[in-house]
């Protein structure tokens, strides 16, 4: 189901921001952004300038999984969302280091100069034959012809369709790289905002991303086989979400070897549980496996992105459930199938050699020694001593706080907008901090079960590494914006 937005946004607006902050270096994009605001500008104009000039003018085309990717397109609508409800200050911060990020990259040597040209329309003998070639050039990295093919079926599908395509497209590839069904899904939202054929280009940049590097197709395929087997090719049997069933097939998940849970996601399906249940599921078995992580040494070789890289399932898992809605029966179910397969993976655990190895659980935060030490304080206290962790690098404390924040019986509202106010401070790691957050926002957002608060004690175990690892920007906001 595609739902219908009606467009007010400001599309000159909107333009006339793009044409300054093409124009913008790093060096003056902060101050910039702030005399915008001032002026006058429209927060949602700014965000949707910021996704479209990136998709026009930044290459993001991976080329292998361990290079360089931009994030800048993507990080404006994760900062949107997440800048939802929160008060100017944070709004602001996110907006400004989600702006750096684009120009920042409009400026890197390995994304830039560059710019994606309108493309002519390429056209087989019929709409399936287009769509069997489309999909064969995408495994074989012909990013080119795909682009032409895909504008070949632009005017001929229903944007529902076509949106179920490029989501399908996306399924390929997610268990080697969550940003194959992350960045269709986080484009959707903005061209919910600026409009289809406005934002069409932000569809043709996600396309393109999924044929630039080689992804590892056997759990894809081993869906489809799943797929046949338990007789899912036309969806599940069952669409409503069952509460009752989620605590059972989480159980199942994290005691089953990794290799039987995307059959368990299958087998499922085919017993009566639709795939909102079974992604329920999946996203607090994804949530319970990482708080098994332990963080990287800061002084490792490469620890950036060694400690980025577990927090990677929780974005997969949570893009999955939020596009429940836009995905055709078939490709719902292969979703929750494919969630399975997430959870075979585990999360991403690269060694000191930069290389992926089998995730080995440690024990999960938070301890429940370090939540009983807290459980004293006031939620306000709470706050504080988490902010301190946080910036520390201190996990245990951290997450513990989390944990016994929750357990005073305060809104988690409070405890949302401390973690936000941190995630809008480090601009060090292509804005990962906002992207995941953002996904652990959306996974609490979406989740019913009494364990939704381990999503906000995974966000304060991932910012406990990142926080205060590179404050620039933040710094150059503050003095732009008069708020130190």
Same mark, same amino acid.
């Given at each position: 189901m595609l739902?219908?937005?009606?467009?007010?946004?400001d599309?000159?607006?909107m333009?006339?921001?793009?044409?300054?902050?093409?124009?913008? $270096?790093?060096?003056?994009? %902060?101050?910039?952004?702030?005399?915008?605001?001032?002026?006058?500008a429209?927060?949602?104009?700014?965000w949707?300038?910021?996704a479209?000039?990136?998709a026009?003018? !930044?290459?993001?085309?991976?080329?292998?999984?361990?290079g360089?990717v931009?994030?800048a397109a993507?990080?404006?609508?994760?900062?949107?969302?997440?800048?939802e409800n929160?008060?100017?200050?944070?709004?602001?911060?996110?907006?400004?280091?989600a702006?750096?990020?684009v120009v920042?990259?409009?400026?890197d040597?390995?994304l830039?100069?560059?710019?994606?040209?309108?493309?002519?329309p390429?056209?087989d003998?019929? =709409?399936?034959?287009n769509?069997?070639?489309?999909?064969? =050039?995408?495994?074989l990295? *012909?990013?080119?012809r795909v682009?032409?093919?895909?504008?070949?079926l632009?005017d001929?599908?229903?944007?529902?369709a076509?949106?179920?395509?490029?989501l399908d497209?996306?399924?390929?590839?997610?268990v080697t790289?969550?940003?194959?069904?992350?960045t269709?899904?986080l484009?959707?939202h903005? %061209?919910?905002?600026?409009?289809?054929? *406005?934002g069409?280009?932000?569809?043709?940049?996600a396309?393109?991303?999924?044929?630039?590097?080689?992804r590892?197709?056997?759990p894809?395929?081993?869906? @489809?086989?799943?797929?046949?087997?338990?007789?899912?090719?036309?969806?599940?049997?069952?669409?409503?979400?069952?509460?009752?069933? !989620?605590? $059972?097939?989480?159980? &199942?998940f994290?005691?089953?070897?990794?290799?039987n849970?995307?059959?368990?996601?299958?087998?499922? @399906?085919?017993?009566?549980s639709?795939?909102?249940? %079974?992604?329920?599921?999946?996203?607090?078995?994804?949530?319970d496996?990482?708080?098994?992580t332990?963080?990287v040494?800061?002084d490792?070789?490469?620890?950036i992105?060694?400690?980025?890289?577990?927090?990677?399932?929780?974005t997969s898992?949570?893009?999955?459930?939020?596009?429940?809605l836009?995905l055709?029966?078939?490709?719902?179910?292969?979703?929750?199938?494919?969630?399975?397969?997430?959870l075979?993976?585990?999360?991403?655990?690269?060694?000191? =050699?930069?290389?992926?190895i089998?995730f080995?659980p440690?024990?999960?935060?938070?301890?429940a020694e370090? !939540?009983?030490?807290?459980?004293?304080?006031?939620?306000?206290a709470?706050?504080?001593?988490?902010?301190r962790a946080l910036?520390? $690098?201190?996990?245990?404390?951290?997450?513990a706080?989390?944990? &016994?924040?929750? @357990?005073?019986?305060?809104?988690?509202?409070?405890?949302?907008?401390?973690?936000?106010?941190v995630?809008?401070?480090? =601009?060090?790691?292509?804005?990962?901090?906002?992207k995941?957050?953002?996904?652990?926002l959306?996974?609490?957002?979406?989740?019913?079960?009494?364990?939704?608060w381990?999503?906000?004690i995974?966000?304060?175990?991932?910012?406990?590494w990142?926080?205060?690892?590179?404050?620039?920007v933040?710094?150059?906001?503050?003095a732009?914006?008069?708020?130190?």
């Amino acid at each position: 189901m595609l739902r219908e937005y009606p467009i007010t946004l400001d599309l000159n607006e909107m333009q006339h921001h793009m044409a300054w902050l093409r124009q913008s $270096h790093p060096s003056d994009v %902060v101050e910039r952004t702030a005399d915008a605001l001032r002026d006058g500008a429209s927060e949602n104009a700014l965000w949707a300038a910021g996704a479209l000039t990136a998709a026009r003018y !930044v290459n993001n085309q991976a080329h292998n999984l361990l290079g360089f990717v931009s994030h800048a397109a993507i990080g404006c609508e994760d900062a949107r969302q997440l800048a939802e409800n929160q008060p100017e200050r944070t709004r602001y911060l996110l907006l400004t280091q989600a702006l750096h990020q684009v120009v920042f990259d409009m400026h890197d040597p390995c994304l830039s100069p560059y710019e994606l040209l309108p493309f002519s329309p390429f056209y087989d003998q019929s =709409d399936a034959e287009n769509i069997r070639w489309l999909r064969t =050039d995408v495994r074989l990295g *012909e990013y080119m012809r795909v682009d032409h093919r895909l504008m070949g079926l632009k005017d001929r599908l229903s944007k529902a369709a076509l949106t179920d395509l490029l989501l399908d497209i996306g399924l390929e590839g997610i268990v080697t790289d969550d940003h194959t069904f992350l960045t269709p899904a986080l484009s959707l939202h903005i %061209v919910d905002l600026i409009g289809w054929d *406005e934002g069409f280009d932000l569809l043709r940049v996600a396309l393109r991303y999924s044929a630039s590097f080689p992804r590892n197709f056997a759990p894809y395929d081993r869906a @489809l086989n799943l797929m046949k087997d338990y007789r899912l090719d036309n969806g599940a049997p069952e669409t409503a979400y069952q509460p009752d069933r !989620v605590d $059972h097939l989480r159980a &199942a998940f994290l005691t089953a070897p990794p290799h039987n849970r995307p059959e368990i996601a299958a087998q499922a @399906l085919a017993q009566g549980s639709s795939p909102d249940t %079974v992604l329920a599921a999946v996203c607090l078995a994804a949530c319970d496996l990482y708080l098994m992580t332990d963080p990287v040494p800061h002084d490792a070789f490469d620890a950036i992105s060694r400690e980025v890289a577990p927090m990677h399932i929780n974005t997969s898992t949570s893009a999955l459930r939020t596009m429940l809605l836009r995905l055709s029966p078939r490709t719902a179910a292969l979703a929750a199938i494919q969630g399975g397969s997430l959870l075979e993976r585990g999360p991403s655990i690269l060694n000191a =050699d930069f290389e992926f190895i089998p995730f080995e659980p440690a024990r999960s935060y938070p301890y429940a020694e370090d !939540v009983d030490a807290l459980r004293r304080h006031t939620p306000d206290a709470l706050l504080d001593i988490m902010h301190r962790a946080l910036h520390d $690098h201190d996990t245990r404390t951290a997450t513990a706080a989390v944990r &016994a924040y929750e @357990l005073t019986g305060s809104t988690p509202e409070g405890m949302i907008a401390a973690l936000t106010a941190v995630a809008c401070t480090d =601009d060090g790691t292509l804005l990962h901090s906002v992207k995941h957050m953002g996904a652990l926002l959306r996974e609490f957002r979406l989740c019913a079960h009494a364990d939704r608060w381990n999503y906000l004690i995974a966000a304060a175990r991932f910012m406990a590494w990142y926080a205060g690892k590179n404050t620039n920007v933040y710094q150059r906001a503050l003095a732009a914006f008069d708020l130190i």
